[in-house]
């Protein structure tokens, strides 16, 4: 299985962006798939995530009314769209995939055992 993210760029302060992760492989024993961010210096983020039997969606304090996490079951491809960008949100953005069932979702990295290559985001000022 791999995951393949893209959409990353750099963008002006108040812009927007989508980032797609592209899904190949087994995925009927994905529970959750996840954004995080890592900046330079600092500990990988959670963004946000969603289960995918049911849709719901949960939403880092950072990340609440500016992201939103989607899917196209059809294209086996997870989206990562926002909004209102700040220099803030610049780092590298790593898709990921849970692949053991929870009654929640997890916002840990370590919940997560497959992941993507990450792509740039930098958003100037």
């Known amino acids: 299985v791999q995951l393949q993210a893209s959409g990353g760029g750099l963008v002006q302060a108040g812009g927007s962006l989508r980032l797609s992760c592209a899904v190949s492989?087994?995925?009927?024993?994905?529970?959750?798939m996840g954004w995080f961010r890592q900046a330079p210096g600092n500990e990988r983020d959670f963004v946000a995530a969603?289960?995918?039997?049911?849709?719901?969606?949960r939403y880092a304090d950072a990340a609440k009314g500016r992201f939103t996490i989607s899917t196209d079951n059809a294209k086996n491809t997870v989206y990562l769209h926002m909004n209102s960008l700040e220099p803030e949100d610049t780092a590298v953005y790593y898709c990921?995939?849970?692949?053991?069932?929870?009654?929640?979702?997890?916002?840990?990295?370590?919940?997560?055992?497959?992941w993507g290559q990450g792509t740039q985001v930098t958003v100037s000022s």
């Open positions: 990921a995939a849970d692949r053991t069932f929870r009654a929640t979702i997890f916002t840990s990295p370590n919940s997560y055992d497959v």
């Open positions: 492989g087994r995925t009927d024993d994905f529970y959750h």
């Open positions: 969603i289960r995918l039997i049911s849709g719901n969606t």
